[in-house]
């Protein structure tokens, strides 16, 4: 008989009714929905620290360390048990819906955690949110509410890496300053004209540029691109606080697929762009060309945290379109499918617009 190993996962039971709590984005607090009991959550930041990235870099292939094995849970409140992955951070009972938290998934990482945002944007003010930004837009089709459901909508917390670094860089190139010239020349009807022609003085130019970069935020996990990650920001990383289980009670939330080195790789593209811009910005008179920049890095350092997220995810027409909410300042992002008909209909209805200005300035003449 094949041996099976029983996990232990965190349940927050009501202590009144020993039904099930769940953190409430609204009172900050785990709230029993079925008595109304809360229970209040201390904040703490004291975890929330930055750690060497060279000392993390140089201490092997992090990624190596993922370990996902399979568990049986035993329900503590129905006794039944279930089959899961060590890698899943929120389980829920299949046979009587109690949700459990897993700390243990983010110890198939290497890097836990040391720090998230609660959720303070909640499911009411979210599908709010959603509806609104549903009725705006002429263009997308008449059918999409169809497709992009409320019910869809779904609260969780995302795996992000924060970096800093100090940068010291050098560059050299030609800075370009115009003048203007006159020149003489005959036109179409014989007669000597002027004009003022403009053109380039290159000169060399070099100097150096310091920066530190704090906080350069980027998820850590697939289902969302950078790019749909940046249209929600900024987050207020001042309002973190320790990693705590109870906050995803009731939550959904995710573990990161990209390791701190494919992280990092990306926030130090990011930093070369900004730097090569500053750059420009300083070797530029009216304009630029030749830029050459030579950047060091030094005293990188990172952090794991957990940021909260609204997202809807729906197909329309075999093409998937995001719909996202900062779970803590409530800005969003969503793109929505355009309908070809509204946009024909438009264009019909301005050419005949036009057809009829010209018709009605011809009756005039």
């Known amino acids: 008989m094949e041996s099976t190993t029983t996990a232990t996962l965190l349940l927050f039971p009501c202590p009144g009714c020993n039904s099930q709590l769940h953190f409430n984005a609204k009172t900050q607090q785990l709230v029993c929905g079925h008595c109304g009991t809360k229970v209040e959550i201390e ?8 750690n060497s990235l060279r000392a993390q870099l140089n201490g092997g292939a992090e990624a190596a360390a993922v370990t996902i094995e399979q568990q049986v849970y035993k329900c503590g409140r129905c006794g039944s048990q279930s089959v899961f992955t060590t890698e899943m951070p929120v389980f829920i009972c299949s046979f009587c819906n109690y949700e459990a938290v897993n700390p243990v998934a ?22 709010s949110i ?15 509410k169809e497709f992009a459901r409320q019910d869809a909508l779904q609260g969780i917390y995302l795996p992000f890496w924060t970096y800093d670094a100090q940068t010291h860089s050098q560059w050299s190139g030609y800075g370009g300053r115009y003048y203007y010239v006159t020149e003489y020349y005959t036109d179409a009807q014989g007669k000597r004209q002027s004009r003022q022609v403009r053109h380039t003085e290159w000169i060399y130019r ?38 705590d289980a109870r906050y995803i009670s009731g939550w959904k939330a995710d573990v990161y697929d990209i390791t701190v080195n494919e992280g990092y790789e990306r926030a130090e593209n990011f930093m070369g762009q900004v730097i090569e811009e500053a750059c420009a910005d300083q070797c530029r008179i009216d304009t630029y060309k030749g830029l050459e920049v030579q950047t060091a890095y030094s005293d990188q350092t990172y952090k794991h945290i957990l940021l909260p997220i609204w997202i809807c995810s729906y197909i329309y027409k075999k093409k998937t379109y995001h719909f996202l909410v900062n779970g803590q300042t409530g800005r969003i992002h969503g793109k929505k499918p355009v309908s070809a008909l509204k946009v024909t209909l438009l264009v019909l209805l301005i050419i005949l617009v036009i057809v009829g200005i010209v018709m009605l300035i011809q009756g005039n003449s």
């Not at 983010?106 to 599908?127: A, H, L, N």
């Open 206 to 243: 070099e100097g150096t540029y310091d920066h530190f970069f704090d906080d350069i935020l980027i998820g850590g996990a697939l289902e969302v691109s950078q790019e749909e990650y940046e249209s929600i920001f900024p987050y207020r990383l001042e309002e973190l606080v320790n990693f």
């Open 130 to 144: 959603f509806k609104t930004w549903l009725g705006k837009g002429w263009f997308a089709p008449g059918d999409l």
């Open 43 to 50: 904040k703490s930041a004291n975890l929330v620290k930055e």
């Open 106 to 127: 983010y110890k198939t990482r290497i890097i836990q955690p040391s720090g998230m945002i609660p959720f303070m944007i909640d499911k009411q003010e979210s599908v």
